[in-house]
């Protein structure tokens, strides 16, 4: 393995919505929130940034949005994946166009095609567009695993730079790191499991805490990246119950009521997701109280 091209703090955005429509103000809020914490990198719309259900017009303009904003100073990987490949190629298409570093491409859901079917469509987006990408394999949403071994077959394609794993699997960072040669970012979609996944090797994390509290994440990454595990422990103990608070309830209703606690955007979220349920939130208030961000 060389020196990653992305590493760190990446957060995972939401989407605010405001009378059904995308919150552009409270967009511009929320990404200069996680710039001034010194996160490493963003991703707009990517599941928490419910990109499921936004149109493509509405897709596209929150990416050149956050491109627009960010303006260079933090790295903005956009999301840009699909069940149908046509649809991530033109997702990709237009992230290169508007000046995003890099895409993340989530493994096509619902379709569950095999092993062989999720490699021709990764490359085919490849080679179509010339912009790194991030594979983003979720199995617990999408219906279907990327194998370690169809990822070490990518990672030979230039393009394809590493990969959002968010299987909670440990043990995947040890086989991706003695079966892959050269550059390849491996990169936790796992807030609550990544401490164990840095020590073994990873070289970031994709979050959904961060919305909520990036100067933490940001802090527990630093002690990380200088080999001081006991401070890093110190800051997971922190924000363990923050972690798993934020999925309490159809994701990313609980970040969005976090958000809208600390006064940054509404709770709005669009069918089929539903506003966080009274029964949870008394617990994502205590874990953000612990956390340090109530």
């Known amino acids: ?19 059904g429509n995308v919150d552009e103000g409270a967009f511009e809020k929320l990404l200069e929130r996680q710039i001034a914490a010194g996160v490493h990198g963003v991703v707009p719309v990517g599941t928490t940034g419910e ?48 000046g995003a570093d890099a895409t993340l491409v989530v493994t096509p859901y619902y379709n569950k095609p095999s092993q062989e079917g999720m490699i021709a469509h990764f490359e085919a987006i490849s080679d179509a567009v010339q912009i790194p990408m991030l594979l983003y394999n979720v199995p617990s949403r999408c219906g279907v695993d990327l194998s370690n071994e169809a990822v070490a077959h990518l990672a030979n394609n230039p393009n394809i730079v590493g990969i959002k794993d968010a299987t909670s699997d440990i043990s995947r960072v040890s086989w991706m790191r003695s079966h892959i040669n050269g550059p390849f970012d491996l990169i936790s979609g796992d807030d609550a499991t990544w401490l164990g996944y840095a020590a073994s090797g990873g070289v970031g994390v994709i979050s959904v805490t961060s919305n909520v509290a990036p ?39 609980p970040a969005k009521y976090a958000l809208a606690k600390l006064g ?8 089929p997701l539903s506003l966080t349920r009274d029964a949870v939130k008394p617990q994502i208030d205590q874990a953000m109280v612990e956390a340090g961000v109530a």
């Open 1 to 19: 393995m060389t020196a990653p091209l992305f590493k760190g703090v990446i957060t995972a955005l939401i989407t605010p919505l405001r009378d």
């Open 51 to 98: 990109s499921a259900t936004l149109k493509m017009d509405e897709h596209k303009r929150v990416i050149e949005q956050c491109v627009t904003i960010a303006a260079g100073r933090v790295r903005v990987i956009a999301g840009a994946g699909s069940n149908a490949t046509h649809e991530a190629i033109e997702l990709s298409a237009f992230a290169k166009e508007v």
């Open 215 to 253: 100067e933490a994440m940001v802090a527990m990454y630093n002690a990380v990246a200088a080999g001081d595990y006991a401070t890093a422990r110190t800051w997971q103990d922190r924000l363990i119950n923050l972690h798993k608070a934020l999925f309490l309830d159809n994701s990313p209703s």
């Open 264 to 271: 940054l955007c509404s709770e709005e979220v669009r069918l």
